[in-house]
């Protein structure tokens, strides 16, 4: 079993900061990659970061320049850290990850956690 748990959300005001954090444990042989993606009320989930075991990053359009992804690799964690936030990017955040597990070695599985809310005042 693999778990995925998110911690950092919050109320904070707009032009604020905030980080979140997700660590993985579990059975896990490797992690390949891991990412954000957040889901306001009513909207589809998107994607905000991604970054790869190589530190290869990738974000949404709406939040470049702003986030920042890292990863600590022996800690299997990643971080979100959130600066200039506004109130569109109030949602639920989770994090991803695509895991190899002791189990199942040869094909890395997409797992998620519970997600972590951010509520961003005007």
């Known amino acids: 079993q693999v778990q995925l748990v998110e911690s950092g959300g919050g109320l904070v005001q707009a032009g604020g900061s905030l980080r979140l954090s997700c660590a993985a444990s579990?059975?896990?042989?490797?992690?390949?990659?891991m990412g954000w993606y957040r889901q306001a009320p009513g909207k589809q989930r998107d994607l905000v970061a991604h970054?790869?075991?190589?530190?290869?990053?990738n974000y949404g359009d709406s939040v470049k320049g702003r986030f920042t992804i890292s990863r600590d690799a022996a800690k299997n964690t990643v971080y979100l850290q959130m600066n200039s936030l506004k109130p569109e990017d109030t949602a639920v955040y989770y994090c991803?990850?695509?895991?190899?597990?002791?189990?199942?070695?040869?094909?890395?599985?997409?797992?998620w956690g519970k997600g972590t809310l951010v509520t961003v005042s005007s």
């Open positions: 970054i790869t075991n190589g530190g290869i990053t």
């Open positions: 579990g059975s896990i042989f490797s992690i390949n990659a």
């Open positions: 991803t990850a695509a895991i190899r597990t002791t189990v199942a070695v040869i094909v890395a599985g997409d797992y």
